[in-house]
């Protein structure tokens, strides 16, 4: 018969194991505002929960967070209270739909906008403390390309690229792309074709994207897929629920559905990139074991 003491060892060891496994981090931008990347986050996130993954979605769009408002959440804390030492990051998690865990932002806190670099990167160390198990991370960056969405596309190791049928859209997207490649050393993009109005608009998109940077730039984009414009989804916003809950059977929750499954296919990153990320000390760890592993 085993001891309780050894079954208590046993399982904190399996728990300490499961938190050892590398987190998928996908951040989602999109070079300008008004092109869905909130929505396509969150949905997005909602979607991969419902295939049995374990999220965490985090609003970095610090100073204008409008997360916990698309879903319906009442934080009672925030990042600000992170940043000023009067919370962690483990007591202001929300739990969200589809067990999500959302961390939210500050709304109309210009002090969150105008982070240091040393605060992002502890912003960022944080996350390597927390004790939950979690399979994908994903980060909801603002609009444009400052500081702080530099800093966290660097420390994901996905960056997701939304795009719509606007010519800034295309021009902005180029110009982070550029930002993140030429002096951040980002070479790999997903992009997402956004609000089209037919699965050709949305190829054809990101081969106005993809003729510019391969004539410009040293970067691989790859086509991560199409959302429709879908009248669905604005009811969801206003039911302040995900269109992946609220319509299941509406076309964009179809897309989100499968955008879902294909990310789940990504191929985890088996090494750090060389920049600051977050959970790093997990894929650290993880790339050890393979390396003991091969060796036997």
Request: aromatic residues 6%.
């Amino acid at each position: 018969m085993i001891s309780p003491e050894i079954q208590f060892d046993q399982a904190s060891g399996l728990r300490a194991l499961k938190r050892t496994k590398p987190v998928r981090v996908i951040a989602v931008t999109g070079g300008k505002g008004g092109v869905g990347k909130t929505n396509v986050s969150v949905n997005l996130a909602i979607a991969m929960s419902a295939i049995g993954k374990r999220v965490m979605l985090l609003d970095a769009d610090l100073g204008m967070a409008n997360i916990d408002v698309l879903l319906g959440l009442h934080p009672k804390q925030n990042l600000s209270h992170v940043i000023e030492g009067s919370s962690t990051l483990e007591e202001i998690l929300l739990p969200g739909p589809r067990g999500i865990q959302v961390v939210p932002a500050a709304s109309g806190a210009q002090m969150m906008s105008q982070l240091t670099e040393a605060q992002h990167i502890g912003l960022i160390r944080a996350f390597s403390e927390l004790n939950n198990n979690v399979d994908v991370l994903m980060v909801d960056t603002a609009a444009g390309a400052n500081s702080s969405v530099v800093s966290f596309c660097k420390a994901a190791q996905e960056v997701l690229v939304v795009v719509c049928d606007e010519p800034a859209s295309i021009t902005d997207a180029y110009a982070l792309i550029k930002l993140l490649s030429r002096d951040h050393g980002i070479r790999r993009f997903h992009v997402l074709s956004n609000m089209t109005s037919s699965v050709q608009e949305g190829r054809h998109l990101f081969e106005k994207l993809v003729k510019v940077t391969n004539r410009f730039l040293d970067v691989t984009l790859s086509y991560f897929g199409v959302l429709p414009f879908d009248e669905y989804l604005r009811k969801a916003v206003q039911k302040q629920k995900s269109v992946v809950d609220a319509f299941p059977r509406s076309r964009s929750a179809i897309a989100f559905k499968n955008l879902a499954q294909k990310a789940d296919k990504w191929p985890m990153p088996s090494n750090a990139n060389g920049h600051l990320e977050f959970f790093v000390e997990r894929l650290i760890h993880a790339s050890s074991q393979l390396d003991v592993e091969a060796s036997l």
